[in-house]
């Protein structure tokens, strides 16, 4: 029992520590220090003296940088870390997230069948700041009505990306980076490059509805996806943003709690 205890310890350290880094720049830091601790046990490892020291100064010294420059990351972690419940925030998250599939698969056939055309970029790890700050704060409730508002041609915030952040519409009217790439197809327009354009740079989610064709594309880590049906993004949406993992482990760790609390109790019976 003592073993189960531990696992489920470093299990819930380890999540709450990336969730605290999501949607952050540090994420790329802790990537960084993964590699760097892999490095040093390969050193080790295989003997090389010199690298071996070399990561144990990049360590030493990277904690003092790590405490000083991540110093509101740390403490918004803490706070992050003492409010609430796992299990219920992992369950409020998937509602959430599924309750904003719906609503971009509302507008998406809506705007799809009349060629109205709409770039929608959905951050995920990496945070996209530098893009918001170019559009026009928001900061809405994401429904399927207000999106086809956006969108609807000859309006203000027509032209641009909306940009969605923690399953709310953060800003509209964005400006996204145009990728140069020669692979995409010549008939492709402004808001197809733009959604390659920011597939470059982030691991942003962006959905591109032709204004010529009607046709549904997403962009993820430089891939462009084209022709989708309603089954099709449908599904990706669901894999990409829905966490069906952490609702794996969720019922794992609620039977395995479930198991202690029998055995403790079974215990003093």
Do not use: C
């Not at 003592?2 to 299990?11: R, T």
């Not at 945070?127 to 000859?154: Q, R």
């Not at 915030?157 to 953060?170: P, S």
């Not at 198991?259 to 079974?266: A, E, M, N, Q, V």
Request: charged share 20%; no cysteine; hydrophobic share 45%.
């Amino acid at each position: 029992m003592v073993n189960v205890l531990d696992i489920l310890v470093v299990w819930f350290v380890i999540y709450e520590l990336i969730v605290m880094l999501r949607g952050t720049k540090a994420i790329q830091l802790f990537r960084g220090v993964i590699l760097i601790l892999v490095v040093k046990v390969i050193s080790s490892y295989f003997g090389l003296n010199t690298v071996s020291w070399l990561m144990d100064q990049v360590i030493n010294w990277g904690v003092i940088a790590v405490i000083i420059i991540f110093q509101p990351e740390i403490r918004r972690g803490l706070e992050h870390l003492g409010r609430g419940s796992l299990f219920v925030r992992m369950r409020h998250e998937n509602e959430a997230a599924n309750k904003m599939i719906a609503g971009l698969d509302k507008a998406i056939q809506y705007m799809s069948k009349r060629r109205i055309g709409a770039l929608m970029t959905i951050q995920q790890d990496t945070g996209l700041e530098d893009y918001i700050e170019t559009g026009i704060n928001l900061d809405a409730e994401l429904t399927g009505e207000l999106l086809i508002n956006i969108f609807i041609p000859n309006t203000p915030l027509h032209d641009g990306a909306v940009i969605i952040r923690n399953n709310r519409i953060a800003v509209a009217a964005a400006y996204l980076p145009l990728s140069e790439s020669n692979l995409i197809p010549k008939e492709l327009g402004t808001r197809h490059r733009a959604a390659v354009g920011i597939s470059e740079v982030t691991d942003a989610l962006t959905i591109v509805i032709s204004e010529e064709t009607g046709e549904v594309s997403i962009t993820k880590n430089n891939e462009l996806l084209r022709g989708l049906t309603q089954e099709d993004y449908l599904k990706f949406l669901r894999h990409e943003l829905v966490n069906e993992e952490a609702a794996k482990n969720h019922n794992f760790l609620e039977t395995a709690l479930d198991w202690i609390d029998k055995r403790i109790h079974g215990g003093r019976s």
